[in-house]
């Protein structure tokens, strides 16, 4: 059974930090194409961050550049996202994903197979 489960939000105030971590079970993780995803309320799901099988190349969307890092492990089945310099537009659910598209580390979300639940940042103002 595939489980990506998320875990590390909260609420933090603007320019601050969090880290997230998603691990992964149920599929060979280092074959994977790993993304991460957020929707705020009332908006459509956003591409974060990707990152590919062997965490040599990563993409971000322009918001978070320079602020966001996505690296993983494979020995621990586990991808994380350090967020630093917080805002109160990166208040959202924040979702990690798994791809075996090489093409979805540009954060195509139709390329994902499979999906966490999702876990919360709010930054306050």
């Known amino acids: 059974q595939v489980q990506l489960v998320e875990s590390g939000g909260g609420l933090v105030q603007a320019g601050g930090s969090l880290r997230l971590s998603c691990e992964a079970s149920g599929f060979p993780f280092d074959t994977y194409v790993m993304g991460w995803f957020r929707q705020a309320p009332g908006k459509e799901r956003e591409f974060v961050a990707g990152i590919t099988w062997s965490g040599g190349r990563s993409s971000y969307t322009d918001s978070v550049q320079g602020r966001f890092i996505v690296f993983r492990d494979n020995d621990k089945n586990t991808v994380w996202l350090q967020m630093s310099g917080l805002k109160p537009e990166d208040t959202a659910v924040y979702y990690c994903?798994?791809?075996?598209?090489?093409?979805?580390?540009?954060?195509?979300?139709?390329?994902?197979?499979?999906w966490g639940q999702g876990t919360q940042v709010t930054v306050s103002s």
């Open positions: 994903a798994a791809a075996l598209r090489f093409t979805a580390v540009d954060g195509r979300a139709n390329e994902y197979d499979y």
